[in-house]
């Protein structure tokens, strides 16, 4: 492994969606990250469909280029191999809810007693304190209590929930920044430390400024379909033929006169109510009508070769096949194939972490159930093929 992460060492408990997802960007830049799973069990997402040859798709695009053992926690033997594992371990990830790892003995202050450096990171709906710590959440969970439904959709229309899953996903993403935060820091202090990641608080920390205009002018943001709150031109247009994005410029370079222009509309230039992106905005319900019915008259690709040649910032609206065939998706590598003992070769989005000197990378499809456990543990921990198979007679591994 090359990755700038390929010294690191990874115990992954996490299981699902958002802890996954942050180990993987962990594996994909070059961290070996052991998942640790129970016995005949593991992770529920091995068994979510669809399927190809037994193989949970769902599973793989969560856990690629991961190793899988298997440990019974709450044995004696299984928690002990558990936190000799810890001694070896740069990072220790759960998602769990707070206190489950403290019940089975294996919380922060007691790992952190064995190994002063380690980083422990854990991701939660609520996060390790306040008066929702305790309880369970999924992704539209958070999603509904921190706003993200109340401002996605159209304009009048019910909460939508947007297409991907952006309670988790977002956690994802702020848990792997903390835990490379910490990874830094550790360098100058040689301490560890935990790391507490709340999908509600990041649902919160995302939303761009809708929290600010409100707490600024106690305006209480609503569903605005493609629209941005502030800009106008900026959204999703008919044509003859489809949908296009535009997303005109404001400030000293107001792309505005050109793009009237453009689509042949040079007498609304200097109209009072369009004289600023914001004006345009608010004044949206007179604007929009006029830009339909120009941008209807041609089709996404001719639109596209005029807003282009003036440099307007415009892209086509396309389905996930679209943009799976498209050429500058290709160009960066964006789309791969691995290789799977049951599955076969098939294709996977690759990792959109790019480094010029220690290049990411996925180093192999999803691991079958525990099928690195007599690696990892005769490899870090010494064990013999006798005492590994004890082990797993005995119900620990």
């Known amino acids: 492994m090359s990755g700038p992460l390929s010294d690191i060492r990874v115990l992954d408990l996490t299981w699902v969606l958002s ?67 810890v001694d070896r371990a740069d990072v220790v990830v759960e998602n769990f809810v707070p206190g489950t790892m403290s019940r ?46 109340s401002i996605t959709g159209e ?37 560890g430390q935990m790391v507490d990641i709340s999908m509600l608080d990041c649902q919160v920390a995302i939303q761009e400024n809708a929290f600010v205009r409100y707490l600024a002018t106690g305006e209480i943001p609503a569903p605005l379909g493609t629209r941005h709150p502030v800009f106008a031109p900026f959204q999703v247009f008919p044509t003859e033929d489809g949908y296009i994005a535009i997303a005109t410029m404001g400030g000293v370079q107001d792309q505005w006169p050109l793009f009237c222009a453009v689509i042949g509309r040079v ?51 396309k389905n996930i096949a679209q943009a799976v065939a498209d050429p500058q998706v290709a160009a960066r590598n964006m789309i791969t194939e691995v290789s799977h003992p049951q599955a076969g070769k098939f294709k996977v989005v690759n990792t959109p972490l790019k480094f010029s000197r220690t290049p990411g990378h996925i180093e192999r499809a999803s691991p079958d159930l525990g099928q690195d456990t007599e690696e990892v543990l005769s490899r870090l921990l010494g064990m013999t093929g006798a005492e590994i198979a004890r082990l797993m007679e005995t119900g620990a591994i």
């Open 267 to 317: 007498d609304i230039i200097d109209d009072p109510r369009f004289e600023t992106g914001w004006r345009r905005s608010q004044n949206h319900a007179m604007l929009e009508p006029i830009i339909n019915d120009a941008l209807r008259m041609r089709t996404t690709r001719e639109w596209l070769a005029e807003f282009e040649t003036v440099n307007i910032p415009c892209g086509p609206v």
């Open 104 to 149: 089975l003995g294996i919380g922060y202050d007691a790992l952190k007693e064995r190994n002063s450096r380690l980083i422990y990171a854990a991701c939660s709906g609520f996060g390790q304190n306040g008066p929702y710590a305790a309880k369970p959440a999924f992704d539209i969970i958070v999603q509904a209590m921190g706003g993200i439904l």
């Open 19 to 85: 802890g996954p997802f942050a180990t993987m960007l962990l594996s994909d830049m070059g961290a070996e990250v052991i998942k640790v799973e129970r016995p005949g069990m593991g992770d529920i997402a091995r068994g979510n469909e669809p399927n190809v040859n037994g193989v949970s798709t769902y599973f793989l695009s969560l856990n690629r280029g991961k190793k899988s053992i298997t440990l019974n926690l709450a044995s004696p033997e299984g928690k002990e191999i558990f936190l000799r594992l």
């Open 155 to 191: 304009p009048g229309g019910p909460p939508v929930r947007p297409g991907i899953s952006l309670g988790d996903i977002a956690a994802g993403l702020f848990l792997c920044i903390g835990i490379l935060g910490a990874l830094q820091e550790r360098q100058k202090s040689g301490l």
